[in-house]
């Protein structure tokens, strides 16, 4: 193995792994001063990152198909330059309805980047060394998060809103040189096949139909696009089924049990831990008063936690067989919102920044390792569909977990604002929605455990 490759790989892998969960936390700081700027309502503001996240999950597993029959690396350069470009143009827009077009293009281009980032570096591992490649870019991912709110809200009080944008445009162009000019060669192992693209139209008039009805229960609307997205998923499975190259491989689900389990037991964790940070943001600065920037700096524990041992959690699953490892981290995790349930009004910060970090060391322990598992289990063709696979089970998972907090928050407080006024219906949703989340994350510990061994290369 070329160890100048590995080492370009894993640079240029992490640099675009520290893009997207850096701009999505950098956004979310930002929303209140968009909004001031355009005079938009709080259901505006929430399409900016929504369209993002729907337009990056309906795209997902198509690009990371298209990058198995294209070239990796080519798609790769792709999504970073869409990225880049789609940046600097949300800095420029006029409007939010502008504003919303260039999220969407964004979305498109982290697709394609989230589509090849972890199979280029599947690709240039071996199996030995795999864990530890992954672990550190689960690294950079999380130290974005932790960053984000931050560097998002220095440079949103000194420079606006729009610089969060800009920055994004310089950094892009840096990764994109690299990997012209210090990563050689190309990984298209499924070159020659056709994509797919009745089957692409499909799945994302399915994926679309089921985030945005799941997004809108229990109203008629909310139902009818549901059941609608359900029905088109059966229709896509059933064409996958028929096809001589389908986009994605549904046997990967019915033959391969460690694919199955592994993308199932994301799907759990990240609907049971996305909203966490949603939760305890509006508690600190609705119910315990605190500034952004101090509310930032308790929710930091978590992230940050996560950057520190996800490197360590990954060189274990190259000695430990992975499911056990991300097993563990699954039950820490669901410890982790099990505490949070307890959570009142004259908690403690420490109670509070101890909860989260566990949460975060838990999911440490299972990020990394699971992606291992998902990417050690298919053949080398394949993993551009795996690793988006996965990402989209991360995306789905992540919607999840905002639609089942936004239905208990519907449930228990209706549409009355937040305040202090109504802190003790406030209190019982969030502790309603923390015991969901901790039997959710508990019961996702049987598939983790279920999937079997990885395969051996």
């Given at each position: 193995m070329d160890r100048k490759k590995q080492i370009t790989a894993s640079i240029v892998a992490a640099m675009a792994s520290f893009l997207a969960p850096f701009m999505?936390?950098?956004?979310?700081?930002?929303?209140?001063?968009?909004?001031?700027?355009?005079?938009?309502?709080?259901?505006?503001?929430?399409?900016?990152?929504?369209?993002?996240?729907?337009a990056a999950a309906v795209c997902l597993v198509p690009f990371g198909r298209l990058a198995d029959i294209r070239g990796r690396k080519k798609i790769f350069v792709s999504g970073i330059l869409t990225y880049a470009i789609s940046s600097l143009l949300c800095a420029l827009s006029p409007s939010t309805a502008v504003l919303i077009v260039f999220r969407i293009i964004q979305g498109m281009g982290a697709a394609l980047i989230f589509g090849t980032a972890i199979a280029i570096l599947t690709s240039v591992f071996p199996p030995g060394e795999r864990g530890r490649a992954l672990g550190i870019n689960t690294a950079s991912t999380y130290l974005g998060l932790s960053l984000g709110p931050v560097l998002g809200g220095l440079l949103t009080q000194h420079f606006g809103w729009r610089s969060i944008f800009l920055v994004n445009f310089p950094l892009g162009l840096i990764i994109i040189l690299l990997v012209l000019t210090r990563l050689k060669g190309e990984w298209a192992e499924a070159r020659g096949e056709k994509l797919d693209l009745w089957g692409t139209f499909l799945y994302g008039l399915a994926l679309v139909g089921i985030m945005l009805g799941f997004s809108r229960l229990p109203r008629t609307l909310g139902i009818g696009?549901?059941?609608?997205?359900?029905?088109l998923a059966a229709g896509f499975v059933f064409h996958q089924?028929?096809?001589?190259?389908?986009?994605?491989?549904?046997?990967?689900?019915?033959?391969?049990?460690?694919?199955?389990?592994s993308n199932l037991a994301a799907l759990i964790n990240y609907s049971a831990t996305f909203a966490v940070g949603f939760f305890l943001s509006l508690f600190l600065q609705n119910i315990r008063g605190m500034n952004p920037q101090a509310a930032g700096l308790v929710l930091i524990a978590q992230p940050a936690v996560m950057a520190l041992f996800s490197p360590l959690a990954g060189r274990a699953s190259d000695r430990i067989e992975p499911r056990f490892v991300a097993s563990a981290g699954m039950a820490l995790s669901g410890a982790g919102l099990f505490l949070l349930a307890f959570l009142r009004v004259g908690s403690s910060l420490g109670f509070i920044?101890?909860?989260?970090?566990?949460?975060?060391?838990?999911?440490?322990?299972?990020?990394?390792?699971?992606?291992?598992?998902?990417?050690?289990?298919?053949?080398?063709?394949?993993?551009?569909?795996?690793?988006?696979?996965?990402?989209?089970?991360?995306?789905?998972?992540?919607?999840?977990?905002?639609?089942?907090?936004?239905?208990?928050?519907?449930?228990?407080?209706?549409?009355?604002?937040?305040?202090?006024?109504?802190q003790d219906n406030f209190l019982q949703a969030v502790r309603t929605g923390f015991i969901l989340f901790s039997v959710l994350c508990f019961g996702g510990v049987l598939p983790s455990l279920a999937r079997g061994n990885r395969k051996k290369e």
């Open positions: 999505g936390a950098s956004v979310n700081i930002a929303l209140p001063s968009i909004g001031r700027e355009f005079r938009a309502d709080a259901v505006t503001l929430g399409w900016i990152a929504t369209a993002y996240l729907l696009l549901f059941v609608s997205g359900i029905a089924c028929r096809i001589t190259n389908p986009i994605l491989n549904i046997n990967l689900f019915l033959q391969n049990r460690v694919f199955a389990f920044v101890g909860s989260l970090a566990l949460l975060g060391f838990g999911f440490a322990l299972f990020s990394s390792p699971n992606t291992n598992a998902v990417m050690s289990s298919v053949e080398k063709k394949s993993y551009g569909v795996a690793s988006a696979t996965l990402g989209t089970m991360r995306l789905v998972g992540q919607m999840t977990s905002m639609g089942i907090s936004m239905m208990i928050f519907a449930l228990f407080l209706g549409r009355v604002q937040v305040a202090a006024t109504s």
